[in-house]
């Protein structure tokens, strides 16, 4: 039998591989329009949250405790603003350019998608969450 990980796991485990996802996305479209540095700090970003995401190392330091009132709140803020800010980014006429692909305009579409995906999924430990009723208070 396999032990399937609580809401809270599952939700920083998506959070991590979001920030791996929109680090990598724009270290790709910084490389894509020439500048190095920010591609090569959207790489460590993303190599990072690749490497805490895979081995679990943070995410076990998360206890299967309850989440409750306003934290969910602060929680679901998260996953809201990113797809907030990631609709700006389909903006489907940035692929054309001077009658040309612009490369670095399907790069930011690409990760626009990706990051309102896994936004999307985090809203199901999120819910999750919601359902775990807070142990009583004794006085």
Known sequence: MTHRPGPNRQFF??????????SLGTAVHAFATSSLILGLLG???????????TTRKLIARIGEGTVTGARILFLAAIPAVVVVYEVRNLNFSR???????????????????GS???AALMVIPLLAMLRVRAPEQKP
Do not use: C
């Not at 790489?43 to 995401?53: C, E, K, W």
């Open 43 to 53: 790489l460590i970003v993303s190599g990072l949250s690749i490497y805490l995401a």
């Open 13 to 22: 485990t998506l959070a991590l591989w979001l920030l791996a996802w929109f």
């Open 95 to 113: 692929v054309q350019l001077l009658g040309e692909t612009y490369v670095p305009g399907i790069i930011l579409i690409v990760t626009a998608i």
């Open 116 to 118: 309102i995906l896994i």
